[in-house]
Structure formats: C-alpha cells, structure tokens
C-alpha cells in the first residue's frame, strides 16, 4: 500500500471520529534504492573534479512538500497547524561553498574520490579547484515531500518545528576542461527523513536526500569509469630545481613589422573558468611561458592558438615570487618566439606586447610603446625583482603574453597594469626575459648554425 494511500485512510478516520477539518492529501514519494557502493581505489590518481554548483529546473508554484494532517510516521503530537503546503518559490543557485555543495564534497570524498574544494575549509578554502579536470553540476528537477508540524501534546500548540521525509531527482552533467564541453550526463535519486521535530526540518530533510542522490551518483559505474581517468604523469611541478635545456629559436634580426604573422602564431590565450590569460611558445615542442597568476594552482590549462583550435598543457613550473610558469602541449610549433635576454634595453626603445586584452574576441593583439624606466620590487627579505616599466597598452588578459623588441625577439612578459584611483595610467610593468628564465631554472639556447 503506498504512502498517500495510507496516511489518506489514517486521516479520514481521524477526521471522523474528532470532527477535524478535511485532510490535505499526502504526496506521492517514490521508492528509492540506495545503490552498493564501489570499490574505488582511485584516490589522488583518479581525475580531479569539483562541483560546480547546483540550479533547480522546477516551475515556480510548485507545490513540493504537503502537511497531511496526521499518518505514516507521524504521532498524535504532530499535525497540520500555521502549514497547508510549500510551494517552489524560484530557481535555486547553490554555490559550491553552500551546505549542498559541502554535502557533495563530504560524499564524494568520503568513498574514495578525487574531488576538489572542501568549502570547510577556513584558509585556503577553493585553492586547489584550479587544478580540476571535471567540474560536476546538479540540475534538482523533481522534489515531493510529507511533513507536519510539531504540537504540544496538553495545549494543542505548534512549535514551529516540523518532521517528515522528502524524495528528490536529480541530472548530473559533468563538464570537462579539457574540452570544455558536456561530457557525460547521469541521473539519480535519493530520500531523507527528519524522524524528530525541528525549525529547519525541510530544509535538513531536503539536504538528507541530496545526500542519498549524491551517494547514488558516486556508486554509478559510468560516472566511476569516468573518473577512473588518470592524472596527467607529466606534471613535475617539484623537479623545477633541476636545471633544464630547451631547444628554441635564434634571435631575429629584420624588423619585427616583416614577421608580425609568425610571431602572433606563437602566442596563446590560456583560457580558465571565466577569464582568460596569454603566453607564448619557446621551443618547437610545445614549451612555452605566462604568468603564474593565470595557472594559479592548476596542474593543467587550455591553450587557444591563434587558429582557434584548443589544446591541454601541462604545467610543469611555477614561480609565484617571480610571477611566471612554464608548460608544455602536445604540439609541434612551428614558430616559437625567439627569446633575447642579452639584449640591453634602453629608455626610449620600442617595444611591443602581444595577447589577449580583455575579451577573448580580442587575441592577436598588438600594441606599441617606449621603455620608461627600470624598477626593483623588494618582494620578500633579501629579494629585490627586476622590471621593465613601459608605457606600451595592455590590458586583463594581457598577463603572461610576450613583451617584444623591435626585432620581435622577447625580452619580457607582462605581468602588471599600474594604476591610480583604480584608473590605468599608462605605465604597466613587464618581467625581464631574462629573470624568468632564471627563475624557472631554463636554458633556453638557438640551435648550432648548420643544424
């Protein structure tokens, strides 16, 4: 006999035999299986994800949780008193840092899976979602619940503390970053009950449920097999004090005007999230240079070439005193930019930066100034940091992308946009060429004549 059948039959015969006011009809409630979980042995070399959040696709109105009068679980102490029903007020938006996002993390680290992000976390809490290769998000599209208010058992009073159980539905779609689409898309169910009266009780309830529908997806084998993916071998973030040779290009000499093309083919947008960076390559095998802030903690990011087309790179170093990192793609580049830390600049010399501005309709862009000036930053005790200022435009988005002398051979990256009043004033600063190679331990030399 279902749920509504029953408590229907238990609140008609009370209604009867007290004279109560009519009956509100229980909702439905599915049954819920509560799958076997898995055995993951995946730990850290399973595919990192985090959840991205949750969104309702439920009509406003909607009537999600009924207040029979009495039934099921319920006692004589538990009615219907200021409650008829709850409908849907509008569109839910949990971030991850909410208790449903906490819950997903709880599960999902609890049975032995890589998920980023712990919104418990007090100090560094959301640092390692960068390093992400799957963001996990969840679409409520079914709710259905039978509550009822706690009365006191000698003045017939409600407490404004309710108890019942609820039933959700939920669509999972999983979104890779690494080709920065929907890759998978999963469905599960779960059911929690609230057995003892308290002020938050369907809000308790509902999270109870989410849990079970979390733990449901955990034990789906596809979204297992996904996340059996293994974490990239190629990141050595911790080998960056071993010294390493790259084979890059020999310096141009002929005005940076005659092979503008060539030079904008080798740099890159690093696209993340919701922004976006530059950098540039310096080998023919995929090496190349940006900014620290733009990898942040990732271990990998998505490069866009200038043909548009979209490759993952590992990050393999990362100097955050320095502000610079050096990844590497899968890729055969045809044009490198050659790099010239012995070149000596001087006031008044022209220079040029390349990348992204602001939007990434915008990559492949060039602007021109004069080097102003030369800078030292103390950065930290015994750490002074070398700059280039100059008044060449650039721009959020800029960060990272070569710094470019009138031979277009690099001798900086940008890295800052200086400001007063929160307005630019057209003085930004760039890191020598040579700082950053010192500082991620490369030497990057032009192959022997002949070769």
Known sequence: MGDAMRWGRVCRAVTLLFGLAACQTPMDMPEVEQRAPIEIPLGAESAPFSFAGGISKIPRGTTIAAFPDIGGPMSLTCGVGSHISVEWGGRLAAAWTSEIGETFHDVMKGVGYNVLGNPSDLFDRGKDRARAHYRVGARLVDIRGNFCDEFTFWLGMPTNRVMGEMYVKVEWEVYSEAERRVVAKFVSEGRGAQKSPAGDG???????????????????????????????????????????????????????????????????????????????????????????????????????????????????RVK???????????????????????????????????????????????????????????????????????????????????????????VGISVAVMQYGGSPVGLNLFIPIGAALDALNLDVRPPARGD
């Not at 960076?277 to 990998?300: C, K, M, P, W």
């Not at 050659?338 to 602007?367: C, H």
């Open 202 to 316: 369907l809000a308790v309830t509902l999270n109870l449920a989410f849990s079970m529908a979390t733990a449901n997806l955990a034990a789906d084998p596809g979204f297992r097999d996904l996340m059996a993916e293994k974490a990239s071998a190629t990141s050595p973030k911790g080998d960056a004090d071993r010294p390493l040779k790259l084979l890059g290009e020999r310096p141009s000499r002929g005005p940076i005007a005659d092979r503008i093309d060539t030079i904008l083919d080798g740099v890159v947008t690093i696209v993340f999230g919701n922004g976006h960076g530059s950098g540039f390559f310096i080998s023919r095998d995929g090496y190349g240079l940006t900014n620290a802030h733009v990898v942040g903690e990732a271990d990998q990011v998505t490069l866009r070439l200038r043909s548009g087309v979209e490759v993952r790179a590992d990050v393999l």
């Open 320 to 410: 955050k005193h320095r502000d610079v990192a050096l990844f590497k793609a899968p890729v055969q580049v045809l044009h490198p930019l050659p790099l010239a830390p012995q070149v000596k600049l001087a006031r008044l010399d022209d220079v040029y930066a390349a990348g992204t501005p602001l939007e990434l309709e915008l990559q492949s862009t060039v602007t021109k100034g004069v080097v102003g000036a030369f800078r030292l930053s103390q950065e930290g005790p015994g750490r002074p940091v070398s700059y280039i200022q100059a008044d060449t435009p650039i721009s959020p988005g800029n960060s990272g992308g070569p710094l470019l002398d009138k031979r277009g051979n690099v």
